[in-house]
Nanobody
Framework: QLQLVESGGGLVQPGGSLRLSCAAS????????IGWFRQAPGKEREGLLC????????NYADSVKGRFTISRDNAKNTVYLQMNSLKLEDTAVYYC???????????????????WGQGTLVTVSS
């Protein structure tokens, strides 16, 4: 059974950093595109970043450009989201998702998406 489990969320002050983890089980994440998404209260889910099979990444959201990065550790079957310079508006539930075929092109990612994680809450507050 394909499963993704996010961890690393919590309470952080504005300007702080967090690293979220997305641990895969039941499949090899290196053979999938893995994307990070978030959903803030009262808002639609938005795509943030994606890492493809080749290791290349795509940034879907201008709001996190230069502050968030995505990386893989294939040995740990885990994908990370490093979040720096956090802002109040980054408060949200953060999700990872996996898509076979390995493409981060959003239409293809959505077409081949196979599994979502349960989400981890990030709260940015002073």
């Amino acid at each position: 059974q394909l499963q993704l489990v996010e961890s690393g969320g919590g309470l952080v002050q504005p300007g702080g950093s967090l690293r979220l983890s997305c641990a895969a089980s039941g499949f090899s994440a290196e053979n999938y595109a893995i994307g990070w998404f978030r959903q803030a209260p009262g808002k639609e889910r938005e795509g943030l970043l994606c890492v493809s099979i080749s290791g290349g990444s795509i940034n879907y959201a201008d709001s996190v450009k230069g502050r968030f990065t995505i990386s893989r550790d294939n040995a740990k079957n885990t994908v990370y989201l490093q979040m720096n310079s956090l802002k109040l508006e980054d408060t949200a539930v953060y999700y990872c998702a996996a898509a076979r075929e390995g493409s981060c092109s959003m239409p293809l990612f959505n077409r081949y998406l196979e599994v979502w994680g349960q989400g981890t809450l990030v709260t940015v507050s002073s």
